[in-house]
């Protein structure tokens, strides 16, 4: 007799908002979660790099995810959050419009980035997860960064 061990992957994903439109990365990328802080600029960085933060005595370059998605820019307030992630094994910052939550979701419930996307955007999506009313795109950190951010 035949048995089945197919056991059904759960992804782990934080949540956060962009221009009203929901996104994840997965969490095991994720080390903190905090407030905006004052970033100083850097000279001759890559448009989408805001500047660098001080944590805890550790240098942290700031990415704004609105500009490197080419989204409206918009000013930082209350709900505005800097994501800390491990990405490459460099830690660097995400600008984000504010974060939702810690999300299980069985990992069969995303489906492929459809395709009208461009095929630029297209390599930073893992898919689109389909819940009840929402669609939450999956963000794939590592390809979203390509060579992660050294200043």
Same mark, same amino acid.
């Given at each position: 007799?035949? !048995?089945?061990?197919?056991?059904?992957?759960?992804?782990?994903?934080? !949540?956060?908002?962009?221009?009203?439109?929901?996104?994840?990365?997965?969490?095991?990328?994720?080390?903190?979660?905090?407030?905006? !802080?004052?970033? !100083?600029?850097?000279?001759?960085?890559?448009?989408?790099?805001?500047?660098?933060?001080?944590?805890?005595?550790?240098?942290?370059?700031?990415?704004?995810?609105?500009?490197?998605?080419?989204?409206?820019?918009?000013?930082?307030?209350?709900?505005?959050?800097?994501?800390?992630?491990? &990405?490459?094994?460099?830690?660097?910052? $995400?600008?984000?419009?504010?974060?939702?939550?810690?999300?299980?979701?069985?990992?069969?419930?995303?489906?492929?980035?459809?395709?009208?996307?461009?095929?630029?955007?297209?390599?930073?999506? /893992?898919?689109?997860?389909?819940?009840?009313?929402?669609?939450? &795109?999956? &963000?794939?950190?590592? /390809? $979203?960064?390509?060579?992660?951010?050294?200043?």
């Amino acid at each position: 007799m035949e !048995t089945s061990t197919v056991t059904e992957q759960v992804l782990q994903l934080v !949540t956060f908002t962009l221009a009203n439109e929901e996104y994840a990365v997965d969490i095991l990328n994720v080390q903190e979660i905090n407030r905006t !802080t004052e970033i !100083t600029n850097v000279p001759n960085a890559p448009g989408y790099v805001e500047g660098v933060v001080n944590l805890r005595g550790r240098v942290i370059p700031v990415i704004n995810l609105r500009k490197k998605f080419g989204l409206p820019e918009k000013n930082a307030d209350d709900t505005t959050r800097i994501i800390i992630m491990d &990405i490459q094994g460099v830690t660097n910052g $995400l600008i984000v419009d504010s974060v939702s939550e810690v999300l299980r979701i069985p990992s069969d419930i995303v489906e492929p980035s459809p395709p009208v996307t461009s095929n630029t955007s297209r390599m930073f999506i /893992k898919g689109i997860a389909k819940l009840e009313k929402r669609l939450i &795109i999956l &963000i794939d950190i590592d /390809k $979203l960064m390509g060579e992660a951010v050294q200043l």
